[in-house]
């Protein structure tokens, strides 16, 4: 399923799909009175390499019980699709061009406004990606797209229960079923940089002119700084002030990570860039980049989240798979709440925006993404909802993630799901003095807890 990288070419294969991590400067080296000079793309070889042991190593953590990642049934929008097509309640139908990526998005009400385009050569088809012929990505809540022109579909999916799980499809009328991932995946997608779990991550480096990466660059999300992140990515928005990696190539030989960042800057066309034509849309929606930069690591905090509380639980003794239903809770030890306490606080801070940088001019995206995903909703009574953006300083207007509504948060263990609902209400009332949330002001506070109130009322009842 992924073709051999030659050395020269070895870098990291993280699809675009693909944290916040450190980063590694990507400049070349040299021995001191001996004027050695290393390519750092040859030293990557070294650092994938390291990279896949870590994720070997991560890979037993949920391999074997209690997890049983490959072993526990799969119940998730891929698996689902896959029985309606079986049973012949619907099918995929190609368009024009033979291609069926429309027919599936529609399918999983993915929304086409939602594309990004990325022509770094980080995904398992590099050899097919470049500046000339990006690689397409469409997401909602729960899945990940990939499209590359000739090339197979990679899905990225959240299952409830396991977390990520890794998909290519093929196309065809009497080909209904979709790949899983062997492991290969798991490679980029469940090492340090998606938190140790099967999980999801957006790239931002430094391309050279065919997209490959000069620099291991950077892993962002919401915290990440603006001016690290798209490297690699074409970018369609306007952002005042304020400078991305976006659009452009870092071309001067003699120094890896020099970036146009002006003439990149405030793109409402990228036709100038490649042939739009060939994609469902000419966008690269700067709003849907923010967005999936958020929910990639969310996702991947709810998975640890229910990862750590069932090896909390854990007693040794036979249980049900994480895939399967969940068995009647043990009496929780107070080392094993201390361990569900430490994820549970990550997965609150990441949840309430924690470390967000202000955003210092204003943003807005061309594709429409913004206007389709905030009606999703849901809205209380004064017509407020968790998807509203500000788009003036931060992202969203109320920040607590709109995935606390997901299936995969809902699905967490009962001890989980306690400690995050009688911590988060604390903070919300104030009832707490942290200054990790002294960026909430007590308007967010309330105005949160009133939105949560109201559309999640078996979780935060009025009164």
């Not at 020099?258 to 709003?287: C, M, Q, W």
């Not at 930069?293 to 990862?307: C, D, G, K, V, W």
Request: charged fraction near 25%; include cysteine.
């Amino acid at each position: 399923m992924i073709e051999p990288l030659p050395i020269r070419d070895a870098v990291y294969r993280n699809p675009a799909i693909c944290s916040h991590g450190q980063r590694s400067k990507g400049r070349l080296l040299s021995a001191r009175g001996v004027g050695l000079r290393i390519d750092w793309r040859w030293l990557v070889v070294v650092v994938c390499l390291f990279g896949w042991a870590e994720s070997a190593s991560a890979q037993f953590d949920f391999e074997g019980p209690p997890i049983r990642y490959r072993q526990a049934a799969t119940d998730n929008a891929i698996t689902r699709l896959e029985a309606r097509l079986r049973s012949g309640e619907t099918e995929l139908v190609p368009d024009r061009n033979g291609d069926y990526l429309a027919s599936l998005l529609a399918e999983l009400e993915i929304p086409v406004s939602s594309q990004t385009l990325v022509f770094s050569k980080t995904s398992l088809q590099q050899s097919r990606i470049g500046p000339s012929m990006p690689r397409a990505i469409y997401f909602n809540d729960e899945c990940y797209v990939g499209w590359v022109q000739g090339g197979v579909i990679e899905i990225g999916v959240v299952d409830e229960r396991l977390g990520g799980i890794f998909y290519t499809y093929r196309g065809g009328t009497r080909n209904v079923s979709f790949n899983r991932d062997r492991g290969a995946c798991l490679g980029c997608h469940a090492t340090g940089k998606t938190q140790r779990v099967p999980g999801f991550l957006v790239r931002s480096i430094y391309p050279d002119a065919e997209g490959r990466a000069r620099d291991l660059g950077f892993v962002t999300d919401h915290r990440s700084p603006f001016a690290e992140r798209w490297g690699g990515w074409y970018v369609s928005g306007l952002h005042g002030s304020m400078r991305h990696l976006g659009n452009e190539l870092a071309l001067d030989p003699d120094d890896d990570e020099k970036i146009d960042v002006e003439r990149g800057a405030n793109r409402v066309t990228l036709d100038d860039h490649f042939d739009t034509s060939k994609y469902l849309t000419p966008h690269s929606d700067l709003i849907a980049l923010l967005v999936m930069e958020h929910q990639s690591q969310m996702h991947n905090f709810i998975t640890l989240a229910r990862y750590e509380t069932l090896r909390a639980l854990d007693t040794g003794e036979p249980t049900a798979a994480a895939g399967d239903a969940d068995p009647v809770p043990p009496p929780v030890s107070d080392e094993a709440m201390r361990r569900i306490a430490a994820a549970g606080d990550r997965l609150i801070e990441f949840l309430l925006f924690c470390d967000e940088p202000q955003l210092t001019s204003p943003v807005s995206g061309t594709s429409g993404f913004d206007t389709e995903f905030a009606a999703l909703g849901p809205f209380d009574s004064q017509d407020r909802s968790l998807r509203q953006f500000d788009l003036q300083t931060r992202l969203f207007r109320y920040p607590c993630s709109y995935l606390i509504y997901s299936p995969a948060f809902a699905a967490l263990p009962e001890p989980m799901l306690d400690y995050v609902r009688g911590r988060l209400t604390e903070i919300l009332r104030s009832e707490v003095s942290d200054d990790r949330f002294d960026h909430l002001s007590g308007e967010d506070r309330q105005a949160i807890l009133e939105i949560l109130t109201e559309t999640m009322p078996s979780w935060f009842p009025a009164g």
